[in-house]
């Protein structure tokens, strides 16, 4: 079993106890928080290691390390094997800054979104138009339901129900 099926199999574990996954899950945000603290502080370094020593690094668990990988993933500018990763597999926390910030705004993580770490490298307007951007692009827009006796949208002048919506 990988490292990130152990992890899912732990963290998303519907027949454990709803007690322990809850100090799981605190014990593994607390964790989150304070690695971004450390490497938003430095954002154009790009930390690379094995998971083993990204763990020792950090002082975490390889299992906690395992969930941190698996959440920045897709912010990374060179994705990690997280799917077959081991703890002697090479990886990368090389970031998109934009990226991150986004994908944290999309993942409601206000306490990682507002550390102040991230006032070093977006200004407030900055940090506020990446917020907007993100909250606009989960926006979804029903498109106006169109009648049997409304105007064709196609153009023609007939009514919807003798032209485009015979078809229908």
Sequence with gaps: MTLLEKWRKAAYNEQEDSQKLKEL????FKKEKSIYEKILKNPDDVV???VAE???????SQMIMTGFL???????VKPNP???MEADTEVNLGFDKALLYKNMVAAGADWLYSLPE????FSEEEQKELYKEQKRS???RKANKIYPNDP?????GKKYKKCCGKNA
């Design 25 to 28: 899950w605190d014990d593994y």
């Design 48 to 50: 690379t290691g094995t």
């Design 54 to 60: 990204l763990a020792k690094k950090y002082k975490v």
């Design 70 to 76: 698996d959440g920045i993933n897709d912010s990374l």
């Design 82 to 84: 997280i799917e077959t």
């Design 118 to 121: 991230w006032n070093n490298i």
């Design 138 to 140: 989960q926006t979804v």
């Design 152 to 156: 064709c949208p196609c153009g023609s």
